[in-house]
Nanobody, 124 residues
């Protein structure tokens, strides 16, 4: 049974930074792609970033390119999301997800295990 536990969310002023972490357990972490998604109140869950199993390939939503960086440490079974230059529109619950494939994906339907989410609030 896969377990994903996010941490690192909080309240930050516009222009600030946060780093989210997601600790995974339950199966061989290094074999599977990981992703970050977010959901703001009244909106659908949207793709933020994903990374393939080795960490060599990363993909980003246009809205976060050049500001967010996804990375992973396979020795620690952890994926990270470094968020810089945060904007109020980045406010959402951020979810970590794992895909049953080594290839990174870009839609929620491609991921089959999810964390409980962590709140990120950016004040103006």
């Amino acid at each position: 049974q896969v377990q994903l536990v996010e941490s690192g969310g909080g309240l930050v002023q516009a222009g600030g930074s946060l780093r989210l972490s997601c600790a995974a357990s339950g199966r061989t972490f290094s074999a599977y792609a990981m992703g970050w998604f977010r959901q703001a109140p009244g909106k659908e869950r949207e793709f933020v970033a994903s990374i393939n199993s080795s960490g060599r390939f990363t993909y980003y939503a246009d809205s976060v390119k050049e500001r967010f960086t996804i990375s992973r440490d396979n020795a620690k079974n952890t994926v990270y999301l470094q968020m810089n230059s945060l904007k109020p529109e980045d406010t959402a619950v951020y979810y970590c997800a794992q895909r049953s494939s080594p290839r990174a994906g870009g839609t929620p339907e491609q991921f089959d295990s999810w964390g409980q989410g962590t709140q990120v609030t950016v004040s103006s």
